[in-house]
């Protein structure tokens, strides 16, 4: 009998093994908490920031390998090395530039910087909150496209006023959305199937119900057969509103209020905690007494309103008005880019969704003054979402000790 | 094969796990490395078999130093280890699993199944390890699954057999035939190594004895020149008693009642088999069984976490029978899982939000959904004072602090709501002295309180220094439930071996007298 | 004392009550649905339809060496006849008369479904029955070797959610380099080769550094979609002949080619079937009969174990995730130099996660994978025969078919079929 022992009472058990920081005690002042926090956020920033500055270096050297006139400068390099540098750095800089100009430069490019980012942050807020309850929602460009469909029919079918039918239209907007994305959610819920398959797959699908629709009676203008809907009536637009000479549309502030939302349900709320408490480990929430099924669901089911809202910012706001075919679907994709840029966190959310918004809003700019194409913005996006997603990558490069973050495992294996 | 470490020393991020550690094992003869969980044993091996590098010091094997740099090169060097959790691929046959790694091949490296299974055969009739060559491993039992492992060593001619923590898992009389199996071979001239914290295991079986604490040699002895006291002060490092002061159980009304309950295992073989019990407010009833005999199942089906197939659980008269989880803490339940790290915790949540995990949507941490923030640190700053947990703040995330700390939040989290019913799986496994000691007086407390207390361990001194009645259970049914006083290791050795199956589903009233023969 | 402790423990007895009462709920589950299949058969494909009208199933090509007539049947009557037994399969099962093989009897009266759909399609016209075997092996041939690329990677443990990125990567390349190369050749192996690179890529990601698996897949899907496309009009919409490959062309295996129905559908065929088909028998025999596949699945099941015995498990991960890229990669020129002849942009469309979908509906097995790519590619077959035909269903919905299967497919499949058990675990050696 050895493991059955006592002890004296008054001699305090030992302290339990490894922990290099055990001891402290709890009474830690408020100062130094501070202090950490800030050093945690300063660690937080440290990696987005090299992935941003490095997936620009690599951006600039894809631009200067694909353009005509560089490439030539490099082909005689060997008669000649300053020029090809200077060709390529002016390549290079001028792009970056052009881009930069047009899209935060001036009061008009900001509000158009912030329209772009509209859609795209609350499209990452989606992804960002189903990340945070373990679940990976590829699917947002579908939610977005349904979501955005059904806003698009309430607000160029129905005639009503303004105050009742906007608000009509969001809220079917965020529905569609939610349904869309509930499939999924109830999917994996009741049979284990993976959200990463099925959220791509009802992808393909809206893609052709968006289809479907153009082509139908009910959403194209009569007398014409190309993928175009009615143009949603006034009375469902979202409103302009200018600060200053900054000039938006009111779903800037609807995303606004959806970050804010999302923290608070995430943060303040029970159900909030059973969400982040079932992405977390759902093992132990199960354990707790949490309903594992239910949290994946209802996940997806807010996850998917959210991208429906993001849709439907996109089809109320200007510029659109109308919907086609195929147009939604990259915000889909670089929601994923800024739901991991921002660490599936509200604010990082939107500070890199308005990051995304810059670089897709000053991309015309740049076209139209150097001759780099707007699609560079898509490699640049890729290489930023790479070196997100792979710290250590990022690390290893500029040779920066690992952190004490917790790496991010979202999903295991296929089983259910 | 003689075996020398010299010297050893092996630093992690924060702390020294092995210190200047000499250890000398001759050829022929039986090793006892002693020590309490964290001493340093396994670290040690692992550098003797190549998965670590050591720091400082070296290896000489015959005399000759031995750089080891990865398993392969141990295992070609003569090296066998048996690892605490087998190393065996579960869907792989018996022998595709000895054979992995030396696989004998015809050309382009096809499987020469044929041979491989001729080898097993072979070994397994010379050193009466009985097994099935082509048995898949999943379905066999843990016993004949150390064969596999044992076999697997002696298939590459392992001439120093390393065996970690091998008795865990084993009957008694599992025990006696690993025992004997080690015998013969240490006679044969391969030295073995066997790793234990078990004093007494260690004295039936081993030539020699080195003590290890802190990751420092703190003596080598024989069986001949000590005792199991002598060891206990020499790991520990201080003297110890080795009972829990408690009064005598005053048990009060039937609290948890479970009637001829049937539950089945993930596989969806019947796991808990017609088993029904009774533990009373005020005390405590251990589930005593060696490991995979139903336990887990049956105290899962009790929490509600297992579907019931058959029977019913009554919670203070009521039938719960097929409650979820939540609603079995609403009834009174308070439940300490066996996996504190994959079912217990939310590692990477804070200590706060850990200790109202399954509470919080209750008052006053929430109200109408909506959280209170002050009042959830408020109740963890308090209950991290009450139980002594070891933690830099409330904030840190709950997977950096040490086991014993992390079972303290857990115990601290239960302990508080628990005022009917208090289910523990396995609380103090893998923990430290002082903190085991902790938990036992802890629990002893909360019996004072009136609690009725389900014990499930399958540590045979836990039982015996905690309960106040002892079921054993053996494959799924109850085969005995001893008062106390009435019950040793030797009857609950014999019954835990399922020496009494007629008697089997025995209800565990405690009125009835069960007789073992 | 007894110690009967070396059979199972708790074995499963005869009277196992809940492993029996879920394969009843199986059982009904699937009869159910076959009975309802039936039912759709016969009243819309039977009664619903016009009367007097055959519908005549074309069985050879007029280039083939052995010519198999024509089958005609009246289309009403084989809608009534088929829906009726179909209705009665399902009947079978849901009252138990049937209780093994739920799933072979549901796969039967599906395929029966098929036939009776066919016959209700083609009526009053023929239908080419030879040309739509002849098109799901086509259609076939990229999302089986996705599911090879993704069984190697799997069997290892490595998740790899990149196969369409992959895909993508090597069609691309190929169209590239075949062009600019002048012949198909070296567009396979170029395919290939930008493969294995995304493969090490994922490898670096999983294995090195440990990011999640389905994260890290999904950023190289990205990446290759977002490279491509900008490559594609920065460079092969400029120089039109980059993306001029010539195709690989068919050819027969002499002798076998002149069989009856199955020499012009197995042995006349371009180099990518006859892969297939040599891959699926490789793998089988590699993965489960030699060395190698023993190694390669210890890892994937339990690779502390494998480290134990001094398997190099981060070394045996990158390797198959590599030739898994590799296998990816040739799936991928299949889109440029067999399907197409020219690099489009975002030209898989869905179909490295249609493969995904066939490795797990194939259970993780060569020869199941093939089936199951088989089934989804005859499935997408189907529907572009029906959208030729005068069917009532807008083609949009038509254009649907391939992934509410594959939906289907996985929730109805992913709870039984068993993964490796260390799929998607990083490794760490200590």
Sequence with gaps: MTTATEQPPAAPPPAGGDGGDAGAGTGGGRGRAVVARLADLGNALVIPVLALVTALVVGGLVMVFTDPETLDEWGSFLSDPLGALEASWDLVSESYEALWRSSVGTPRGIGRTLVEATPLALAGLSVAFAFRAGLFNIGA??????????????????????????????????????AWGGIAGVLK?????????????????????????????????PGRDDLISKPVRESARLPEVSLGEVTVHAGVFVALAAAVAVWWLLERTTTGFRLRAVGANPDAARYAGMSVPAMYALAMVVAGGLAGLAGTSNILGRPSFSLTGGYYSFIGFDAIAVALLGRANPAGVLVSAFLFGALRSGSTGMQAATSTPVDIIVVIQALIILFVAAPALVRSIYRIKAGRGTAQTFTASWGS | M????????????????????????????????????????????????????ADEGEVCLDGEPFDCRS????????????????????????????????????PLGRLDRVEARRRVEELS???????????????????????????????????CLILDEPTAVLTPHEIDELMAIIRQLADGGRSVIFISHKLREALGIADRITVLRGGEVVGHTTPAETDEQALAAMMVGRDVQLVVDKAPARPGEPVLEVDGLVVSDDRGHRAVDGVSLTVRAGEILAIAGVQGNGQSELVEAICGLRPVDAGAVRLDGRDVTGHDPRAMFRAGLAHVPEDRQRDGLIGSLPVADNLVLNQLDR???????????????????????????????IDTPVGNLSGGNQQKVIIAREFFHADRLLVLSQPTRGLDVGSIQYIHRQIVAKRDEGVAVLLNSSELDEVLALADRIAVVYRGRVVGVLDREEANRERLGLLMAGAVEEAAAVEATGEEEVTVT | MPTTLTEPLAPSREADLVAERSAARRRVGFGVATALLGLVAMLAFGIGSESGLDAVFVLSRSSDAVQIPDVTVPARATGLVLGVVVAALGALLVTGVVRRRTFLVFGVGLALFVVALLAWAARGDDISIIGLLDGTLFRATPLALGAFAGLLCERAGVVNIAIEGMLLAGAFVAALTASAAGTPWVGLVCGMAAGVLLGAFLGVMAITYRVDQIIGGTVINIFSLGLTSYLGTQVLARYTDLNDPGAFRAFGIPGLERLPLVGPLLFHNTIYVFLVFVLTAALWWGLFRTRWGLRVRSVGEHPRAADTVGIDVLRTRYRSVMLGGAVAGLGGTWFTLDATGGFNENMTAGKGFIALAALIFGRWHPVGALVAALVFAFSEELQTRLALLDTPIPSDFLLMTPYVVTIVVVAGVVGRSRAPAADGQPYVVE
Aim: overall charge neutral; proline content about 5%.
């Design chain 1, 189 to 221: 819920a009741r049979t284990g199937a993976h959200e990463v398959i099925t959220t791509i797959m009802l992808n393909y699908i809206s893609y052709r119900l968006l289809d479907y629709a153009l082509r139908s009676d009910a959403f194209q203008p």
């Design chain 2, 2 to 53: 003689k075996v020398e470490l010299r010297g050893i020393t092996k630093r992690f991020p924060g702390v020294v796990a092995c210190k200047g550690v000499d250890l000398t094992v001759e050829s022929g003869e039986v090793h006892a490395l002693l020590g309490e969980n964290g001493a340093g044993k396994s670290t040690l091996m692992n550098i003797l078999f190549g998965l670590y590098r």
């Design chain 2, 125 to 159: 009739d010379r050193y009466g390890l009985a097994v099935d060559p082509d048995a898949v491993i999943e379905d066999l039992p843990v016993g004949v699954q150390q064969r596999v492992e044992i076999l697997k060593a002696l298939y590459r001619d392992a001439r």
């Design chain 2, 363 to 393: 008052r006053p941490f929430s109200r109408r959904s909506v959280i209170n923030r002050r009042e959830v640190r408020r109740h963890a700053a308090r209950l991290v004072e009450e139980f002594d947990v070891r933690t830099p703040s």
């Design chain 1, 141 to 178: 460009a579908g939610q977005l496209i349904i979501g955005a469909t059904c806003a698009g029919w309430v607000g160029f079918t129905w005639d009503l006023p303004a105050p009742i039918h906007l608000p009509l239209a969001v809220v079917a907007g965020f529905l569609g959305g939610a």
């Design chain 2, 71 to 106: 398993p392969a090169q141990a295992i070609a060097a003569g090296i066998g280890m048996v690892h605490q959790h087998f190393m065996l691929v579960p869907v792989f046959t018996v022998a595709e699993n000895v054979m992995l790694g030396v696989e004998p091949t015809g």
